[in-house]
C-alpha cells in the first residue's frame, strides 16, 4: 500500500514544507517497504516540476490538471483526496501543518473518515507512536492511532530533505465524483510580499514586540532582517495592534516556526508566543527586562535597550560582512 502526501504548489513552485513531507514519506515509507505517491492539484506550468518530486521521495505523482483546482479550497482538495484515496485502496495520507494542510486536514480526515494527527515532529517508534507538542510546546506527547486510515500533518523545519537524483513517474488523474460545479469559493485578489523570504521557510527571523513601541520603530527590524537575508515576525499584540501584518504574527494562535535562528526583540516571551518559536535552533533575546520569561527559552541573551542596541547590532553585521 501507498502512502499519500498531498505536495502543494503555487504556480508550478513546490512548497518547501510540501518538499520536507515528501522526504519524511520517503523515510516512513523505506522502513515498510511501501511507494510514496504525491498527488498535484491543479494545473503546472512548468510539467518537469513533477518529475523532480522523485528527488524528495515520490515514486509517482499523480496529477490533478483541472483549472478549478488551481486555487486552493480545503473542502474540494478533500473531496478530491477522498475519492482517489479511497480509488488507490490507500490508508494514509500526509500533508505539511502549514497554513493549508492545517484547514485540509480535518476535512480530509471527516470525509474519509479517518483518524487524525496533527504537528507530529518523528517517524513512529516500534509501537508505532508518533512524537508531537503539546501543552504550547512545553511537553511531548506519543500518540498512537488507533483507526485504520490516518491523516498525518508533519510540522514544517522538521526534517530536511536530502534530494537525490530520481525521477517520479507522473500520471494524470481525474475525478469522476467531484467538478468544478462544486467549488464555492472564488478567489478574487492575492496579494503577495515581494522579494521577502515566507516565514515558515526562513531559516533567520527576526521579530519584534510590543517593546518597540509602534510601527513607526519597525525599521531597524525591517534593516536588521535585510543585513542577514532574514524574514521579519512579530508577537501577537502588535499584529492585533495594526502595527504589522497578520500573518507576521507567531506563536500559539499564530504561525509556527523553527528557523535556525529566531532573534526576539522586546517580546516578553509569553507561552503563547514561545508556542511558536521554540522549536528554533538558536533563539536570541533582546530584552531591557532582565527577568523577562525569554531569557529562560534563550541561547543568547542581551539586557538592553532596543534602540540602542539594534542599531549596534546592524553596523556590526554590515562591518563583518562588508556592507557599506
Ligand atoms: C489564548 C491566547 C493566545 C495567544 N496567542 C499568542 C500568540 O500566538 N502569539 C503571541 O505572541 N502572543 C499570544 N498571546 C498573547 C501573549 O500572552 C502575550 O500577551 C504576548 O505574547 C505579549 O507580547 P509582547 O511580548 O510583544 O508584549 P509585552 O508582554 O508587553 O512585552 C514587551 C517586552 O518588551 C520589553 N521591552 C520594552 N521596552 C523595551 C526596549 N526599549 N528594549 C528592549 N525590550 C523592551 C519589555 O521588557 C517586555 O518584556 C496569546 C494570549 C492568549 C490568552
Not at 53 to 64: I, N
Not at 104 to 120: E, F, N, S
Not at 238 to 250: C, S
Request: proline share 5%; glycine share 8%.
Amino acid at each position: 500500500m501507498a502512502i499519500f502526501v498531498f505536495a502543494d504548489q503555487h504556480q508550478g513552485t513546490f512548497k518547501k514544507a510540501a518538499l520536507e513531507t515528501l522526504f519524511y514519506a520517503s523515510q516512513l515509507a523505506s522502513s515498510r517497504q511501501q511507494e510514496v505517491v504525491a498527488v498535484v492539484m491543479g494545473e503546472i506550468n512548468q510539467p518537469r516540476a513533477l518529475a523532480d518530486l522523485g528527488k524528495y521521495g515520490a515514486r509517482r505523482v499523480l496529477h490533478v490538471d483541472a483549472a478549478w483546482l488551481n486555487d486552493f479550497d480545503a473542502r474540494l482538495y478533500a473531496l478530491v483526496l477522498k475519492e482517489m484515496l479511497n480509488q488507490y485502496a490507500a490508508d494514509r495520507c500526509l500533508m505539511p501543518h502549514d497554513f493549508n494542510g492545517r484547514a485540509l486536514a480535518p476535512y480530509l480526515a471527516a470525509q474519509w473518515q479517518a483518524g487524525l494527527l496533527t504537528g507530529i515532529v518523528s517517524l513512529p517508534d516500534d509501537k508505532d507512536c508518533y512524537q508531537k507538542q503539546v501543552f504550547s510546546g512545553k511537553a511531548t506527547a506519543w500518540i498512537k492511532l488507533q483507526t485504520e486510515r490516518q491523516v498525518l500533518t508533519l510540522l514544517p523545519n522538521t526534517f530536511t530533505p536530502q534530494p537525490g537524483d530520481s525521477q517520479a513517474q507522473v500520471e494524470r488523474w481525474q475525478p469522476t465524483q467531484v467538478s468544478a460545479q462544486q467549488k464555492r469559493i472564488q478567489l478574487k485578489e492575492v496579494q503577495t510580499t515581494q522579494g521577502r523570504v515566507p516565514l515558515t521557510e526562513a531559516s533567520i527571523i527576526v521579530s519584534g514586540g510590543r517593546g518597540l513601541k509602534g510601527p513607526e520603530n519597525w525599521g531597524m527590524i525591517e534593516q536588521l532582517a535585510e543585513v542577514l537575508g532574514a524574514a521579519t515576525a512579530c508577537s501577537r499584540p502588535v499584529a492585533d495592534a495594526g502595527w504589522r501584518p497578520h500573518h507576521e504574527h507567531v506563536g500559539q494562535t499564530g504561525l509556527t516556526v523553527r528557523p535556525n535562528l529566531y532573534i526576539a526583540i522586546g517580546i516578553s516571551g509569553a507561552i503563547q508566543h514561545l508556542a511558536g518559536v521554540n522549536g528554533s535552533k538558536y533563539i536570541v533575546v533582546i530584552n531591557k527586562d532582565p527577568e523577562a520569561p525569554f531569557f529562560q527559552a534563550a541561547d543568547y541573551g542581551i539586557v538592553g535597550d532596543a534602540f540602542e542596541v539594534v542599531p549596534r547590532l546592524i553596523e556590526a553585521i554590515k562591518k563583518y560582512k562588508g556592507i557599506s
